[in-house]
Nanobody
Framework: QVHLVESGGGLVQAGGSLSLACAAS????????MGWYRQAPGKQRELVAT???????KYADSVKGRFTVSRDNAKNTAHLQMISLKPEDTAVYYC????????????????WGQGTQVTVSS
C-alpha cells in the first residue's frame, strides 16, 4: 500500500504562481510513476504532469511551458511548480503514483492522494 499526502495549493490571482508537493509513504515499494492529475467541477479527471522512471516528464498540452513537475526518487516525493496560472487551472489536484511492492510480480497499481484545491481568480 502506498499512502500519498499532498500539500500546497490555495487561492491565487490569475498570472500568479503556486506549488504543490506530494510525499509517498509505505515500505518495500517500487514507484514507477509519480505526478499530478486534476479534476474541475463537472469534468473528468485529467492528467496534468507525471514523471516515469527512465523517461522524461509528460505534460498536458494546456500546461506546457507553465508547469514544471519534478521527482525525488530517494525521498519518494514529487513537486509541481505552477506559474502563469489561469482561471481554467482551477480544480482539485490529485497526486498520483503507480507502484507495487518490490517483491510483487505483475502490473503496477494506481494510488491517489486525497486531493488539494487550487483556485485561480480572474
Amino acid at each position: 500500500q502506498v499512502h500519498l499526502v499532498e500539500s500546497g495549493g490555495g487561492l491565487v490571482q490569475a498570472g500568479g504562481s503556486l506549488s504543490l508537493a506530494c510525499a509517498a509513504s509505505g515500505s518495500y515499494n517500487v514507484i514507477k510513476t509519480m505526478g499530478w492529475y486534476r479534476q474541475a467541477p463537472g469534468k473528468q479527471r485529467e492528467l496534468v504532469a507525471t514523471v516515469t522512471s527512465g523517461s522524461g516528464p509528460k505534460y498536458a498540452d494546456s500546461v506546457k511551458g507553465r508547469f514544471t513537475v519534478s521527482r525525488d526518487n530517494a525521498k519518494n516525493t514529487a513537486h509541481l511548480q505552477m506559474i502563469s496560472l489561469k482561471p481554467e487551472d482551477t480544480a482539485v489536484y490529485y497526486c498520483y503514483a503507480a507502484a507495487k511492492k518490490v517483491y510483487e510480480l505483475g502490473n503496477f497499481n494506481d494510488y491517489w492522494g486525497q486531493g488539494t484545491q487550487v483556485t485561480v481568480s480572474s
